[in-house]
């Protein structure tokens, strides 16, 4: 069994910050990328900020310079920095790892989401 246990959601004020934490735990041999998506209320998913097993990122265009993902692959761990909130950052933030579990293949495991919401 694979968990992925996100946190550090919350409500805050436009310009404000929040860190999320993703931490994945159970039988895992490996874990390869591990990424950040969000879900606002009548949108598609969307992937934020990506980071590969050798520290290579990727972010959307609308959350470069503001947003930063990192990895403790000690811990199994991603995070999230999130400065300078808006409004339109609001939703669901969902992080997504690709691993291997023992006994099985290469597969995507994700959390069960955390909500941010950015008060204008």
């Known amino acids: 069994q694979v968990h992925m246990v996100e946190s550090g959601g919350g409500l805050v004020q436009t310009g404000g910050s929040l860190r999320l934490s993703c931490a994945a735990s159970g039988t895992i041999f490996s874990i390869n990328a591990m990424s950040w998506y969000r879900q606002a209320p009548g949108k598609q998913r969307e992937l934020v900020a990506a980071?590969?097993?050798?520290?290579?990122?990727n972010y959307a265009d609308s959350v470069k310079g503001r947003f930063t993902i990192s990895r403790d692959n000690a811990k199994n761990t991603v995070y999230l920095q999130m400065n300078s909130l808006k409004p339109e950052d609001t939703g669901v933030y969902l992080c997504k790892a690709v691993l291997w579990q023992v006994g099985r293949s290469w597969s995507d495991y994700w959390g069960q989401g955390t909500q941010v919401t950015v008060s204008s």
């Open positions: 980071i590969s097993s050798g520290d290579s990122t």
